[in-house]
Nanobody, 119 residues
Framework: VQLVESGGGSVQAGGSLRLSCAVS??????LGWFHRAPGNEREGVAR??????ATYYGDSVKGRFTISRDNANLYLQMNSLKPEDTATYYC??????????????????WGQGTQVTVS
């Protein structure tokens, strides 16, 4: 399984970014986005199951971020960005039939991360 993120960058507060994660070799059911700010622990951002009909978001991003997927990619549309969204963003994949944002250990596969900076 290989996960490769792209789309990070620097943006002003209120702006938007779209992160992509190219997913290869994965046939599971549960994918997610996490972020880690300097000095903080890894935190779940959004999770999607199966064909995309079931999504779940962390409280800090509800109404602003949207997770989606197609056959080969995972996406995170980030709108109304805030300085506190500044972090390294990681896509992750789980072999479990159901995975949760509160438990990063449920995800066996991780990308290398992409930096998002909001000023």
């Amino acid at each position: 399984v290989q996960l490769v993120e792209s789309g990070g960058g620097s943006v002003q507060a209120g702006g938007s970014l779209r992160l992509s994660c190219a997913v290869s070799g994965y046939t599971g059911n549960c994918l997610g986005w996490f972020h880690r700010a300097p000095g903080n622990e890894r935190e779940g951002v959004a999770r999607i199951l199966g064909d995309g009909s079931a999504t779940y978001y962390g409280d800090s991003v509800k109404g602003r971020f949207t997770i989606s997927r197609d056959n080969a990619n995972l996406y995170l549309q980030m709108n109304s960005l805030k300085p506190e969204d500044t972090a390294t963003y990681y896509c992750a994949a789980s072999r479990k039939p159901l995975c949760h944002l509160r438990n990063p250990d449920e995800y066996e596969y991780w990308g290398q991360g992409t930096q998002v900076t909001v000023s």
